[in-house]
């Protein structure tokens, strides 16, 4: 037999609501995929928590899973990739690897006041200039300092050296190689707000205005890179980790989006639209983020991204707390039932609106209710503002763009794209063909993808870009002035939303 063609690639995806493992031959094709659904923890109003426990236990389980479905098959795993929930914070013990607290998930809000302290400050531009970011809770700078500052004793350890701090990705990495190796990626890195992107380096100025020390630090590689071999008695055998990158990092890279102008949007717990920006860093104009979208071969791609916190949250929240909904899937068909909303407008600003607001103390809404409204027109709401949060993004993309060329298709991966009026309504918010591609599990292939070109079993970005393939295709199909209609009614909803923060 080939030997590529008994060689496959393990992807550990980490994400905000569930812990995959999947295998993948070299073209994408799934041969395997074990899943656990992640609890998410609420102990006070805004604060989101996960327990670090439950997140590597379900990742070695669902791992050996998969490597024993590898192995009664026959095929052997070449090497392996990590990709996570970005931000989510967690520092933990160097030497017996406990944690100190549990990890503050990216959508926490607990540090709102610390943001609006360091903004009057004046701190904000040098921040925007060093990270690309803009400071708001969502990142891991002000997450980390919570911690340092609450829990006892934890900042003396760290000014020890005692204290490791880690994003979901190098939190694996140290677990699954015994604590050998503290490392993370660019992309990780470039989502702390403690890490300069113009110099790749961690910045020592950004670390004083937020008091971190910088002994809590791992060290930064490329995304493709020997960063360690899991340990013999975890998964049976010494595998090469030889990728890594953030979720939405990795799934522009599963997407294919490697020329400038190139966007792709993944629709799952958030959403998060990532458009390829060529290899100038430049600061956005219009409240995007600046990111690294990837960096292989000492060659940095930079992405401006727009953050929507709240996607598939919103059909959660239907099915969980309004018991609307018995499963996800359902949301389509009782979309369908009903011609349109009935102008109501649904604002799922369950933890404050990202771009290009930022706003975290935003709240949710749902508006223009009447007699006649009724359970169908409010999920049929929340599947559209999908479509016109997505339309935010794009308008200041477009905005953003200059003399580059933004493509006129937009990729899209993530759960929601399953739902085919969601797709359906992307397509004619934005007046752009909405592509989904054959590999829907983009995230974890670009993270697979990455871990081959380390092993050798792919040689270079151009062929994971030649083995995209288009599975739907959805074209705009309303009328200019319906669009017109329809969004000049979700930016009322939003200003009514913003004029309460």
């Not at 929930?85 to 160097?94: A, G, K, S, Y």
């Not at 994003?167 to 990780?188: M, P, Q, R, S, Y």
């Not at 697979?448 to 792919?458: K, N, R, S, V």
Request: proline content about 3%.
């Amino acid at each position: 037999m080939n030997l590529t063609h008994n060689r496959a690639l393990l992807a550990i995806d980490q994400g905000t609501t569930s812990t995959r493992a999947i295998l993948f031959s070299v073209t994408g094709k799934i041969l395997s995929i074990k899943q656990k659904e992640s609890n998410l923890y609420y102990p006070h109003k805004g604060w989101v928590e996960q327990r670090p426990d439950d997140l590597w236990h379900d990742t070695l389980s669902v791992s050996r899973a998969v490597i024993t479905d590898a192995q009664l098959s026959g095929i052997q795993v070449a090497g392996i990739g990590i990709t996570n929930q970005r931000e989510t914070t967690l520092i933990w013990d160097r030497n017996t690897g406990e944690p100190v607290y549990n990890a503050i998930v990216w959508q926490d809000r607990r540090t709102v006041d610390l943001c609006a302290k360091l903004k009057d400050s004046g701190h904000e531009k040098s921040i925007i200039e060093k990270t690309g970011l803009i400071i708001d809770p969502y990142f891991s700078a002000t997450k980390i300092a919570w911690i340092l500052d609450n829990i006892e004793g934890s900042r003396a350890r760290a000014e020890k050296g005692d204290l490791a701090f880690g994003t979901i990705d190098t939190f694996l990495l140290w677990k699954l190689t015994k604590g050998t190796v503290h490392a993370t990626d660019v992309t990780n890195a470039s989502r702390t707000m403690l890490f300069n992107i113009s110099t790749l380096q961690w910045d020592k100025d950004l670390l004083n205005i937020f008091n971190i020390p910088v002994t809590l630090l791992p060290e930064v590689k490329e995304n493709v890179a020997f960063f360690g071999e899991t340990k013999v008695d975890l998964l049976g055998a010494a595998y090469v980790i030889g990728g890594m990158a953030g979720d939405q990092h990795a799934a522009m890279i599963g997407q294919g989006c490697l020329k400038p102008g190139m966007i792709k949007a993944t629709y799952g717990t958030g959403c998060f639209a990532l458009m390829n920006a060529g290899s100038d860093f430049k600061i956005s104009k219009h409240k995007l983020l600046t990111t690294i979208g990837y960096r292989i071969g000492n060659n940095a791609c930079y992405a401006l991204e727009g953050s929507i916190f709240s996607a598939g949250a919103a059909i959660q929240w239907l099915r969980d707390n309004l018991g609307l909904l018995v499963d996800a899937p359902q949301s389509e068909a009782i979309a369908l039932s009903v011609t349109d909303s009935n102008e109501v407008y649904f604002v799922p600003a369950f933890t404050g609106l990202g771009a290009p607001y930022w706003k975290p103390n935003a709240r949710g809404a749902i508006m223009g209710i009447s007699r006649e409204s009724n359970g169908a027109h409010i999920v049929r709401a929340a599947l559209e503002a999908q479509g016109y949060q997505s339309r935010d993004l794009i308008n200041v993309m477009e905005a953003e763009c200059g003399n580059m060329n933004l493509t006129e298709i937009l990729r899209i991966d993530g759960g929601l794209t399953g739902n085919a009026f969601v797709c359906q309504f992307l397509a004619d918010m934005l007046d752009k063909t909405v592509e989904i591609p054959a590999v829907m599990e983009s995230t974890a292939w670009g993270a697979a993808a990455l871990a081959g070109l380390q092993c050798g079993l792919l040689t270079d970005l151009e062929e994971i870009s030649k083995n995209w393939v288009c599975a739907h295709r959805f074209q705009p199909q309303i009328s200019k002035n319906k669009r017109r209609t329809l969004y000049d009614g979700w930016k009322k909803a939003v200003n009514s939303v913003l004029a309460n923060c």
